[in-house]
């Protein structure tokens, strides 16, 4: 299933929700559905090249995850580790020419995880023609805060005229400057904190009853063709 003709969003932010709620009614511990996460993120690789998407952002990992019971926790830590591994070395990266990066506060995950995340985008930050950012260990909050630190770092240190701040330097700062055209969200009609900087322009759509181990490509292509029938008038 392909998109209509027409503007395809450059950049896709996708906040993925409803792994948990989708073991349940398989009758499984709730963190068992993140494998089942894992697998549909394996393939929206293909779907967003396929779609000629340039750019994903994907909410993987938030801030209050880490408040979840350490069994949860612990399982969601091995699983990212066995995912970096595995896309290391998966042939569609190199072959494809895709950018992986790992965006949030890194430094609170586990010391092997953040090696393995400064690894692959080492390995791949000379990749052009696509790029994926997973959200990990990442509150839009927070991003604002940390950019505001390095901020008044540079001031601090005479290497930045607190004059010149405005919202290019606040923008250069941040985990991302990059802004999505479309973010679609899965399971909840609501943000939670994903790209609050970046997302003042962004086309939102909230697919509430679709948990994201039921989002397919047909969900994806209708979410594009939505987005395709919008005026964004950027505030005029």
């Not at 906040?15 to 894992?38: C, Q, S, T, V, Y």
């Not at 990749?127 to 260990?137: G, S």
């Not at 055209?181 to 009853?209: A, K, M």
Request: net charge positive; hydrophobic share 35%; aromatic share 12%.
């Amino acid at each position: 299933m392909k998109p209509s003709k027409g503007t395809v969003p450059r950049h896709v932010g996708i906040i993925i929700d409803g792994n948990r709620r989708f073991a349940k009614r398989l009758m499984l511990k709730p963190w068992k559905g993140h494998e089942w996460g894992a697998k549909k993120f394996e393939k929206l690789l293909d779907w967003f090249r396929e779609l000629d998407i340039k750019e994903l952002t994907i909410y993987m990992l938030s801030l209050e995850n880490f408040n979840r019971p350490k069994r949860e926790f612990d399982y969601l830590m091995n699983l990212f580790r066995k995912e970096f591994d595995k896309y290391k070395n998966d042939a569609r990266i190199y072959k494809n020419k895709i950018r992986i990066n790992a965006i949030g506060r890194l430094w609170m995950l586990p010391k092997d995880l953040q090696k393995k995340a400064k690894d692959i985008m080492e390995k791949t930050k000379k990749h052009k023609n696509y790029i994926v950012n997973i959200a990990l260990a990442y509150g839009g909050r927070a991003e604002v805060v940390d950019a505001a630190r390095k901020i008044a770092e540079k001031v601090k240190k005479g290497k930045l005229d607190v004059n010149k701040i405005n919202e290019k330097v606040f923008s250069d700062n941040l985990y991302m400057k990059d802004e999505p055209d479309l973010i679609i969200r899965t399971g909840e009609n609501r943000l939670s904190g994903f790209l609050p900087w970046q997302s003042t322009y962004s086309e939102i759509i909230f697919l509430p009853d679709v948990l994201w181990p039921e989002f397919d490509k047909k969900h994806l292509v209708e979410c594009i063709e939505e987005f395709k029938n919008r005026k964004r008038r950027f505030g005029k």
